[in-house]
């Protein structure tokens, strides 16, 4: 498994190669002020599991490959044959451990994308430690733990991803999902509008050293973008 600095590391190399010095810089900086303070609005979504047409939602890339990965053993074969998921965040393999379900579309072998799936509370703190309920006992899952390569930004991956996430939820008797989408995310906002959730909250959220601070205000409707 890789080690936490190591992952650092890796990730500050990667960051640098696809998206400059200013941008490690900036991520570097945030990731530090980040364990110290964090202050940050949410919308908090509800999707009901209902079956989709594919053909509304596909991605405007050619020669990608979906795969849904449930266990550390697929994602040590898949890494075998060239598709590695795990190397852009630390804890991937907790997370399956977890119970946690990755959808990693790749484009020429490489990751493009990597959205997760939650059906239980274990599965959820593995990629999402925000503090939104979930009714998982009554069959409602919670999705999030998303990333998109930067070189396939705006091409419609996560709306693909997310789409067949709720496919898998509908599939496995699901009857709705959650997540929690940050306030300042209008890309994100906008696949989600596509998929006619409900926003139900508006929450804010205090991290000051070890203290935090969780407050849900309910809404109706959906956020302006």
Same mark, same amino acid.
């Given at each position: ?21 200013? $941008? ?195 809404? $109706?409707?959906?956020?302006? $973008?």
């Amino acid at each position: 498994m890789t080690s936490r600095p190591r992952f650092l590391l890796e990730r500050a190399r990667e960051i640098f190669k696809t998206e400059g010095l200013l $941008t490690l810089v900036r991520r570097g900086l945030v990731f530090l002020v980040a364990h110290l303070f964090r202050y940050e609005n949410y919308y908090l979504y509800q999707h009901a599991v209902g079956k989709g047409d594919e053909a509304d939602f596909s991605p405007r890339v050619q020669n990608f490959t979906l795969k849904i990965v449930t266990t550390t053993q697929q994602a040590d074969e898949l890494a075998a044959g060239g598709f590695d998921f795990g190397s852009h965040h630390p804890n991937e393999r907790r997370s399956l451990e977890k119970g946690a379900v990755a959808f990693c579309l790749f484009v020429d072998g490489e990751l493009a994308h990597v959205g997760r799936v939650a059906t239980s509370q274990e599965a959820k703190n593995s990629f999402d430690s925000l503090p939104y309920q979930v009714d998982f006992c009554g069959r409602q899952a919670c999705t999030g733990g998303t990333w998109t390569n930067p070189r396939y930004r705006g091409r419609g991956l996560m709306t693909y991803g997310f789409y067949r996430r709720l496919e898998f939820l509908r599939e496995h008797g699901m009857k709705s999902s959650r997540n929690a989408v940050a306030a300042g995310n209008i890309a994100s906002q906008k696949v989600h509008s596509k998929f006619a959730p409900e926003v139900y909250a508006r929450a804010r959220y205090l991290q000051i050293f070890g203290w935090r601070l969780w407050k849900e205000t309910p809404i $109706t409707g959906s956020p302006a $973008t």
